[in-house]
Structures are given as structure tokens and as C-alpha cells.
């Protein structure tokens, strides 16, 4: 079943993880897709860009094993797109 058709929530339970990184890893995978076609990248231009394959990049944007898919990955994938990013953390309350 695609990612986008999944509510966290349930994902996370599934997969035994955190709710919140589940959400989180769905926002910058939507982050990817979109700026991705945006720029006029393929999935294979992408992946050559990255050196990796177009099926990995089709993987990580599917959301497929969005627990095995670092943020690491995701904030690489974003950099090669040109995006810089910043890390906050805040005490929740």
C-alpha cells in the first residue's frame, strides 16, 4: 500500500516506530517529489546526480521502508536539489 494512503500513525504502530518520525520522513519525501519535478529531474537524472540507482530513488520517494530510510538519505537527496536545511530541537513541553 503507498505511503500516501497509510495514516502515520498506523505506519509507525506497524513498523514499530516513533509517529512523529514517520511524519516527518513523509514531509521531506514530499519535499523531494516536488522539488524534484519542479526542477525538471527525472528519477533517473536524480539518482545519477546521487550515484545511486533510479529504483532507489523510486523506493525513497514510494515511501516504501520509510523506516529504513535515514534522514540522512533525505536531507542528502534535498541537498543534491539544492535545499539547505537546519536541524531545531525544542523542548517539548
Given at each position: 500500500?503507498?505511503?500516501k494512503e497509510v495514516?502515520?500513525e498506523?505506519?509507525a504502530k ?8 514517520v ?9 523531494i ?5 519542479r ?13 545511486v540507482?533510479?529504483?532507489r530513488i523510486a523506493?525513497i520517494?514510494s515511501?516504501?521502508?520509510?523506516a ?5 538519505v533525505l ?9 539547505d536545511?537546519?536541524?531545531i530541537s525544542?523542548r517539548v513541553?
Amino acid at each position: 500500500m503507498p505511503w500516501k494512503e497509510v495514516n502515520s500513525e498506523k505506519l509507525a504502530k506497524s513498523l514499530g516506530i516513533n509517529a512523529s518520525e514517520v511524519r516527518e520522513k513523509q514531509a521531506l519525501i514530499e519535499i523531494i517529489i516536488k522539488a524534484r519535478k519542479r526542477k525538471g529531474l527525472s528519477q533517473a537524472a536524480l539518482a545519477k546526480k546521487l550515484k545511486v540507482s533510479q529504483s532507489r530513488i523510486a523506493q525513497i520517494e514510494s515511501g516504501v521502508g520509510t523506516a529504513k530510510v535515514t534522514f540522512d538519505v533525505l536531507l542528502s537527496v534535498l541537498s543534491a536539489l539544492g535545499y539547505d536545511f537546519r536541524i531545531i530541537s525544542k523542548r517539548v513541553a
